[in-house]
């Protein structure tokens, strides 16, 4: 089946400095990919839709100068949480589709941030 | 926006009995698709089952079943013969309109299986 790979699985990192999480679709092209933020014990909250070769287009109230995303092929879209704080601790998950009308999201198996 | 319900925050079921997980959502589209996703402790979206808006026939995968009412925008989840595996955060999920792939999700159920 189809299989989202996400780097790295878990990262810390100190106040101030930037953290870059990978999202490669490994077995298919995705043209869009999804960006999804976790707090513990809480749903998922869109952050933004990641298109190849433009722009991301960012939920309300996500800053994108913070959370910068690049989708730069068919199979690997990147965020990286610019000068991060504490409170962008969380738990951040990828997801993307085939290109085929009826196919399901895959998502990858996520990335736990924590910012000391 | 359209928003997704789900009233139950935790449930638990003795183990191979069986439980029903209900969602509901809001939406003034005809055509559209519902999800649900299983979030083990591993923390991995796993999709459980997908139901078109359209037909009528409730979906089925193997022992997980949907209980869709079109027009109460009722979406519950039955899942039978219950697991230890079983046990995880379930997701209900709706795409803004048909085909689109942007999921918003509902608040999440936490099931217990008990040995």
């Known amino acids: 089946g189809a299989v989202v790979s996400q780097h790295p699985s878990w990262v810390i990192c100190k106040s101030g400095t930037s953290v870059k999480i990978e999202c490669r679709s490994l077995?298919?092209?995705?043209?869009?990919m999804f960006w999804y933020r976790q707090f513990p014990k809480q749903s998922l909250m869109l952050m933004a839709t990641?298109?190849?070769?433009?722009?991301?287009?960012?939920e309300q109230g996500v800053e994108k100068d913070k959370f910068l995303i690049n989708h730069a092929s068919l199979t690997l879209s990147t965020l990286t949480v610019t000068s991060a704080h504490p409170e962008d601790s969380s738990f951040y998950i990828c997801?993307?589709?085939?290109?085929?009308?009826?196919?399901?999201?895959?998502f990858g198996n996520g990335t736990r941030l924590t910012v000391t | 926006a359209q928003t997704v319900t789900q009233s139950q925050p935790e449930m638990s079921v003795q183990e191979a009995e069986t439980v029903t997980l209900s969602c509901t959502y809001d939406?003034?589209?005809?055509?559209?698709?519902l999800f649900w996703y299983k979030q083990p402790p591993s923390r991995q979206m796993i999709l459980v089952i997908r139901?078109?808006?359209?037909?009528?026939q409730n979906a089925t995968e193997n022992r997980f079943s949907v209980n869709f009412q079109k027009a109460a925008k009722s979406f519950s989840l039955k899942i039978s013969d219950s697991q230890l595996g079983d046990a995880a955060m379930y997701f209900c999920?709706?795409?803004?309109?048909?085909?689109?792939?942007?999921?918003?999700f509902g608040t999440g159920t936490r099931l217990t299986i008990i040995p």
């Open positions: 990641s298109n190849e070769g433009s722009k991301a287009t960012y």
């Open positions: 939406t003034s589209e005809s055509d559209y698709y």
């Open positions: 139901q078109e808006a359209y037909k009528q």
């Open positions: 997801s993307a589709k085939i290109s085929s009308y009826n196919s399901p999201l895959h």
């Open positions: 077995d298919f092209q995705a043209t869009t």
């Open positions: 999920a709706y795409p803004p309109n048909f085909g689109n792939e942007k999921l918003t």
